[in-house]
C-alpha cells in the first residue's frame, strides 16, 4: 500500500496525459457527465426542498379539543392530564371563546369586519395541544385523538392529519421518483465514462502488452486509468454543480423568492450538493472505468 501511495503521482501524470491526448473523446464524457449530474442535482434539490416543506409544515401540526359548554372544571382538569400524559405532547394551551374570537378576527385580517357585532359565546372554549419538535408522530396524535374524543366534556376534536397524510405520501412518490432516475443516470454516466476509458485502452493496447512483458502488475496498469475515470467523474460533478449554483442564483431564486413569499426560502442544498455531486461524479467514474480495466485485462477486448 505505502509503494502504491508512493506511485501515486506518477498515475496521476498518466491519467492527465491520457486526458490531453484523448482530449475529443474526454470532452464528450465530460460533458454527458455534467449534463446527467445536472439532472440528478436537480432532483436531488426538488426532494430536498419537498422534504424542507413537509418538515416545517409537520412542525406547526396541532390537535384541537373543542369543549362541550357544559363542560366542568374537573373534565377539564382530567382531560388536561390525560393529553399531558400522552406520548409526544409537550403543553397544552387553554382558549376561552373570547380568546378564539380574537384570534379568528385576526385571520380574516381586512374581513374581521364580518365578525361585527358577535361576542365570543358563539365559538366553543378548546385546548390546543402542541407537540414536541421532531415527535409529530401521526400514529401518536390518532392514538390521543382517540382516547379523548369519548372523554366527558369534549365535544369533537380537529386536527390536520389527513392534510399530513397526502403530502407524506407525496414526499414517498417524490423520493422513489428520485432514486429511480437517479439510478438511470448513474447507469448512463458508468457507461458513458466506462467507453472512454474502453477507447484509451485500445488505443494503448500496445504499450500494456510491453508493461505486462517487462513485470507490471495489474493493478500498476489499471490505476492511471482508474485515476482518469475518477477525474472525469468528478471534474463532471463540479461543472453540473457550477451550473446549479448559477441557475438558481441568477433566475430560479429571484422567480421563486416572489411566488413562495418570505416563509419558506428554497434550499440550493449549499455544500452538501457540491459534495454529493463531485463524489457521486468520482464514485461512477471509478465504477466505469474499473470495470473497463478488468473487463480489457481479461482479454475481453
Same mark, same amino acid.
Given at each position: ?17 491520457? !486526458? ?65 400524559? *400522552? ?32 361576542? *365570543?359565546?358563539? !365559538? ?37 392529519? !389527513? ?78 454543480? *457550477? ?59
Amino acid at each position: 500500500m505505502i509503494r502504491w501511495l508512493q506511485c501515486f503521482p506518477y498515475f496521476l501524470r498518466e491519467a492527465l496525459k491520457d !486526458l490531453r491526448e484523448n482530449a475529443g473523446g474526454a470532452a464528450i464524457a465530460l460533458g454527458t457527465t455534467t449534463i446527467s449530474l445536472i439532472f440528478l442535482g436537480a432532483l436531488w434539490i426538488v426532494q430536498l426542498n419537498v422534504t424542507i416543506l413537509v418538515e416545517s409544515w409537520r412542525e406547526r401540526f396541532q390537535l384541537t379539543i373543542f369543549l362541550g359548554v357544559q363542560a366542568t372544571a374537573g373534565q377539564k382538569e382530567a382531560l388536561r392530564k390525560a393529553v399531558l400524559a *400522552g406520548a409526544g405532547v409537550e403543553r397544552v394551551e387553554e382558549v376561552d371563546s373570547e380568546e378564539a374570537l380574537r384570534e379568528m378576527k385576526n385571520w380574516l385580517g381586512q374581513d374581521a369586519d364580518l365578525l361585527q357585532g358577535l361576542d *365570543g359565546s358563539f !365559538l366553543p372554549p378548546s385546548f390546543r395541544v402542541i407537540f414536541r419538535p421532531g415527535q409529530r408522530d401521526l400514529s401518536h396524535v390518532e392514538r390521543l385523538m382517540a382516547q379523548v374524543r369519548t372523554m366527558p366534556g369534549v365535544e369533537r376534536t380537529r386536527s390536520d392529519i !389527513l392534510w399530513l397524510r397526502r403530502l407524506e405520501g407525496v414526499i414517498r412518490f417524490v423520493a422513489l421518483a428520485v432514486w429511480t432516475l437517479s439510478f438511470l443516470l448513474s447507469l448512463g454516466v458508468v457507461f458513458i465514462i466506462g467507453n472512454t476509458i474502453r477507447l484509451t485502452l485500445f488505443a494503448r493496447r500496445e504499450d500494456i502488452a510491453i508493461m505486462h512483458l517487462v513485470g507490471a502488475t495489474d493493478l500498476f496498469i489499471k490505476t492511471p486509468y482508474v485515476t482518469e475515470g475518477v477525474l472525469c467523474g468528478a471534474g463532471g460533478g463540479l461543472l453540473a454543480f *457550477g451550473v446549479l449554483w448559477g441557475v438558481f442564483h441568477g433566475l430560479f431564486q429571484p422567480i421563486a423568492g416572489s411566488v413562495t413569499g418570505a416563509d419558506f426560502a428554497i434550499q440550493a442544498g449549499g455544500w452538501r450538493l457540491i459534495l454529493g455531486l463531485a463524489g457521486a461524479g468520482a464514485a461512477l467514474g471509478f465504477i466505469g472505468s474499473a470495470v473497463s480495466v478488468r473487463h480489457f485485462l481479461r482479454g475481453g477486448r
